[in-house]
């Protein structure tokens, strides 16, 4: 064998060398491969390509290089001509993420698909591989986050709303402190037991037993059935069983060693569960000759975040309390949250003198306002409500679910101040209803700006947590628009 004929068959077999190595690689990689010839116009689909996508193995008509578009998926077909042909000019190579349609099964699959157009060769070749697992993860994990935000957003308007309702009726700095203090601790004490089940529930059992386990050793007892509720309502029991207990330490059973308190709960036929909470064997109870937060907590808030409601009860004997909640309480039951999309964001800094200036209310954006309020949480609607009052406005209506705000559509007000999410729904029915009838409302919401809002619509957006002086700016913003 001459020279040339070694060097050509080394040559050979460097090249197999080279082409089993790259098969090797593709395989490891999991991709298939496809080439376009443009001097005879076809594609040519490699069968791990196949395997892969669904797409027909071999060769095909290229229809100038398109053959493969009609497996894209049809929102993703445009957007994809454009960023590969622009990629092949500026470059010569490109890198794309597309959706596309089995066509064996009709199945959406999520492709990574890179190519490149050697120089002088007419021709185009490529790699895919499924991306799907990956995207799939990749959402789940842009969701967990919002949720994160949005619920961090939510604990943090309500301990602003906390502070402020305390403040309101406390008379000394040292009161408040310790009034806020008890009340910061009995959030932070849900969210203890709700950590611990990643957020799926608390136990009524384990929620007592938090509030009461160390309070009064041996003068306190809670029995019932295990019902397990959703984070909603596990902490608006457990701030209702802290003011109770606060005051029965304070002024009740709990301020006397002879003093007891019983607390039961029994489930309910329909649903939910009723909650007795009995003071016996301590000082003699007289009617409160002021109403405090607790009180209007209780009565107000408690009830209403659990679908039901909340009684107290000053008899001489002792006091007693009782607390009903409906089937949305348990976990597992209620609105599947729902996605929103996103209105634009009002930044309260760049507000007119009207508005608001570095969260320094001007009471002329509101005052004579008529306003409703749509807002699940009692404890934030509770404070909007005071702070608007005190600012001058006319809070005509308060709502916590789509039922109730439906109910005030038609009522005589200038601005609605809109919730986004009620228990997991889109208020977007409720901004339609007014928006049909011409009315100005503003959206707050929990949710971070990167996270969608009801769309379609052009009304303000305020971030929680926000202060009166952003719903200020907001509701003046609207009543300009």
Not at 349 to 373: K, N, T
């Amino acid at each position: 064998m001459d020279e040339a004929a070694r060097q050509t068959r080394s040559q050979a077999e460097k090249l197999a060398i080279e082409q089993e190595r790259a098969s090797l690689a593709l395989a490891a990689a999991r991709l298939g491969e496809f080439e376009w010839q443009m001097t005879d116009d076809t594609i040519t689909v490699s069968p791990r390509m196949a395997e892969i996508t669904g797409v027909p193995a071999g060769r095909m008509p290229a229809a100038q290089g398109r053959a493969l578009f009609r497996y894209v998926h049809p929102d993703d077909v445009e957007a994809l001509a454009v960023e590969v042909a622009d990629s092949l000019r500026q470059t010569g190579r490109f890198e794309v993420e597309f959706r596309i349609v089995r066509p064996d099964n009709g199945h959406v699959l999520w492709v990574y698909c890179a190519g490149a157009a050697p120089r002088d060769l007419q021709r185009v070749i490529g790699v895919v591989r499924d991306i799907t697992q990956r995207r799939t993860e990749d959402e789940a994990r842009d969701g967990l986050i919002a949720e994160l935000d949005h619920r961090v957003k939510n604990v943090l308007a309500s301990v602003q709303s906390l502070a402020a309702q305390s403040a309101r009726k406390t008379t000394s700095l040292d009161a408040f402190l310790k009034t806020f203090a008890g009340r910061l601790e009995a959030m932070a004490s849900a969210h203890t037991l709700l950590t611990a089940t990643r957020w799926r529930g608390a136990e009524i059992g384990n929620i007592a037993a938090a509030e009461l386990g160390g309070l009064a050793p041996g003068q306190a007892r809670w029995s019932g059935p295990e019902i397990v509720l959703n984070p909603r309502a596990a902490n608006a029991l457990t701030l209702a069983l802290h003011e109770l207990a606060t005051n029965a330490v304070k002024f009740g059973a709990l301020s006397a060693e002879t003093g007891r308190v019983e607390v039961k709960w029994t489930a309910r036929p329909e649903g939910g569960f009723e909650l007795t909470w009995t003071e016996r064997d301590g000082p003699p109870v007289a009617q409160p000759t002021r109403r405090g937060f607790g009180a209007t907590l209780l009565e107000r808030v408690t009830g209403r975040e659990l679908g039901g409601d909340a009684r107290i009860d000053f008899a001489p004997a002792g006091v007693r309390a009782t607390i009903s909640a409906d089937a949305t309480a348990l976990a597992g039951e209620g609105s599947e949250l729902k996605p929103l999309a996103k209105p634009r964001a009002v930044e309260p800094e760049a507000a007119p003198a009207s508005g608001a200036s570095s969260g320094v209310l001007s009471a002329d954006s509101v005052r004579g306002r008529r306003i409703i309020i749509v807002e699940d949480a009692m404890l934030l609607s509770l404070e909007l409500e005071a702070g608007l009052t005190e600012a001058g406005a006319c809070v005509i209506g308060a709502a916590a679910d789509l039922d109730e705000a439906m109910k005030l559509v038609d009522a005589p007000f200038d601005v609605a101040v809109l919730d986004a999410n009620l228990n997991g729904a889109s208020v977007t029915p409720v901004a339609e209803a007014l928006r049909a009838r011409g009315k100005r409302f503003i959206f707050a919401t929990g949710y971070g700006d990167a996270a969608p809002a009801p769309e379609g619509f052009d009304a303000p957006v305020v971030r929680k947590p926000y202060n009166v002086a952003q719903i200020a700016a907001a509701v003046a913003e609207a009543m300009r628009g």
